[in-house]
């Protein structure tokens, strides 16, 4: 079965652009969780989808959204980018609530 | 509030070692899961075991062991025999069922093992 896939793997951006992630989850999954990782505040929630519906969201300002798809892939979107945005950023899925989640290899988002 | 604590921010071990890493998590979910990942080199993260609430028992699978103590509220993780392959990262990720959602995960800082041959 193949795992989680993200693209783009690498991504630079300037100030002010905004940007947009995309996670294809495991075949069967229906959760999609993102997350972003920093070395100062480590990896962080940002939100979760279920059925196309943010299920839950973490403690980020409004300039990151996402949305998911009936086929369950997800994307996440981060307008007028700071530098404080460039990290490296992990998609998760899940069968559903409480199953584990499964990672894929993330998309690290330079911001200059 | 969720919480994860890991104290130890890395550890160097000699190859064929055992290693033990500590978690020690704090809730007030009375349902709520507990995880370990590796995070190798390369960057992503991977699943390890997911031990909910109310299952105390103590699981082996190969070289990794775990040990859960709700009294302590400890989740630690044991590699018998370490290898170089062991060298990365480890989370401790903890989710509530109730109060932050099934799916939020929250970390702890990580511990870097490295095994040295």
């Known amino acids: 079965k193949a795992g989680v896939t993200q693209t783009p793997r690498y991504l630079i951006k300037t100030r002010g652009q905004q940007v947009t992630l995309s996670c294809s989850p495991i075949?069967?999954?229906?959760?999609v969780s993102w997350y972003q990782q920093t070395p100062g505040q480590g990896l962080q929630f940002l939100f979760e989808?279920?059925?196309?519906?943010?299920?839950n969201k973490g403690n980020f300002p409004g300039r990151f959204s996402g949305r998911q798809f009936s086929n369950s892939r997800s994307e996440m979107n981060v307008s007028t980018l700071e530098l404080g945005d460039s990290a490296l950023y992990l998609c998760?899925?899940?069968?559903?609530?409480?199953?584990?989640?499964?990672f894929g290899p993330g998309t690290r988002l330079t911001v200059t | 509030a969720q919480k994860v604590t890991q104290a130890q921010t890395e550890i160097s071990v000699v190859e064929k070692e055992d290693v033990t890493l500590d978690c020690v998590y704090e809730?007030?979910?009375?349902?709520?899961?507990l995880f370990w990942y590796k995070q190798p080199p390369s960057g992503e993260l991977v699943f390890l075991i997911r031990?909910?609430?109310?299952?105390?028992q103590n699981e082996i699978s190969g070289r990794y062991s775990w040990n859960f103590q709700k009294s302590t509220s400890s989740f630690n993780f044991t590699i018998t025999a370490s290898q170089v392959v062991d060298s990365a990262v480890y989370f401790c990720?903890?989710?509530?069922?109730?109060?932050?959602?099934?799916?939020?995960?929250?970390f702890g800082t990580g511990t870097r093992l490295t095994v040295i041959p």
């Open positions: 989808y279920f059925s196309e519906t943010q299920r």
């Open positions: 075949s069967g999954h229906r959760s």
């Open positions: 809730t007030r979910d009375t349902t709520y899961y």
């Open positions: 998760a899925s899940s069968l559903d609530r409480s199953y584990e989640q499964y």
């Open positions: 031990r909910n609430s109310f299952d105390e």
């Open positions: 990720a903890l989710s509530g069922v109730y109060q932050t959602g099934a799916n939020n995960l929250f």
